[in-house]
């Protein structure tokens, strides 16, 4: 199986450098500063344990290094996912397979509009980009692969691989279980804080619990069940927030690995001066709560935050607790709403 990974960031480098040095053939596309930047210093993967493996790989810009690929990683933001399509499908064979390994619910669906054979896929951990080729994985979680003709392949060689990796079905209620976990990225990109501290600190996870308590109201009202994909079932994610801080220490440190330096890729994004996913995680609780005739007024204020933002390109406003707690308690959104 020849693997390609189509947007070489710091998940698409992770996976392609640890696919690599596994002994899997291996193409990479991305942007020119990664791949002089690969070229210059090789591409070298850090597990959580810190186990350290280098990979011989040359990263590509020209699309048309996937061509030979069977199987074929999306891994650009949620935005590029239309024109990775369209690019995609001028070059891959017609049995190529290709794996939406994107946050949010509907990047497996707008790559179906121009390639036959997708599956919707899930990292369900954060990659540090250090610099100089080097990515580290900075928190536990699995990978996991729509269960569709196909799929026990691509499993088998991600867990040669090292990763935890699983086929599910119901990939799309799995998938909503990632998007309430990624809805912290906003906080963490709004503060600055790496995601441990986000974790250890009690008013920025009263925050995330004013949102994704929300979301889950929302998901309530339009019939969507999570599937559990982590070690807790993401609806017991704002009562277990708003523990004691000790009761979450304990918690965190049998349930999740966090490294000291992990931060959301949004936050990333808003330190780069990039457009971030917002849209496509809170800004897809807004949409759902207007198909069903509602409003997700908590998570409207997270997605025109983040946007004021990156309009001022000055990158994070490092906002404390309380800053980011009131800048979220507007007139129309009290803190309640989500329990009405």
């Not at 810190?50 to 069977?70: F, H, M, N």
């Not at 004021?308 to 979220?328: C, F, I, T, W, Y």
Request: with cysteine; glycine share 8%.
């Amino acid at each position: 199986m020849r693997v390609g990974i189509f947007g070489a960031g710091a998940i698409g480098c992770y996976l392609g450098g640890r696919l690599a040095s596994s002994g899997a053939s291996v193409a990479i596309v991305g942007r020119p500063r990664i791949r002089d930047e690969i070229a210059t210093h090789g591409l070298t993967t850090i597990d959580l344990e810190g186990r350290s493996l280098r990979a011989e790989v040359v990263v590509e810009t020209d699309p048309s290094a996937l061509a030979g690929c069977d199987v074929v990683l999306v891994c650009v933001k949620s935005a590029q996912t239309e024109e990775a399509a369209e690019t995609l499908a001028k070059f891959l064979a017609p049995d190529a397979l290709v794996v939406s390994m994107q946050n949010g619910v509907r990047n497996a669906d707008v790559l179906r509009d121009k390639i036959s054979n997708v599956l919707g896929g899930i990292v369900g951990f954060n990659v540090v980009s250090k610099g100089s080729g080097v990515f580290r994985r900075a928190t536990s979680g699995p990978l996991v692969i729509e269960d569709r003709e196909g799929a026990s392949a691509i499993v088998a060689t991600l867990q040669r691989a090292g990763f935890e990796a699983f086929a599910e079905r119901d990939i799309v209620s799995a998938q909503w279980s990632k998007l309430v976990m990624n809805l912290n990225n906003a906080v963490s990109a709004l503060s600055n804080a790496p995601t441990r501290e986000i974790v250890l600190t009690p008013g920025y996870r009263k925050c995330v619990a004013m949102i994704v308590a929300e979301a889950l109201a929302v998901m309530r009202a339009a019939g969507i069940r999570p599937k559990r994909i982590g070690p807790l079932p993401v609806g017991v994610f704002p009562f277990a927030l708003r523990l004691p801080t000790p009761l979450i220490r304990v918690v965190a440190r049998a349930q999740l690995q966090i490294d000291p330096e992990a931060r959301s890729s949004m936050s990333e994004d808003l330190a780069r001066g990039r457009n971030t996913e917002v849209d496509f995680l809170n800004g897809e609780i807004v949409r759902l709560a207007r198909s069903v005739g509602r409003r997700a007024p908590i998570n409207e204020r997270v997605v025109a935050l983040v946007h004021e933002v990156e309009a001022s390109g000055r990158g994070s406003p490092k906002m404390s607790p309380a800053e980011l707690a009131s800048a979220l308690r507007t007139p129309s959104s009290p803190e309640t709403a989500a329990s009405k």
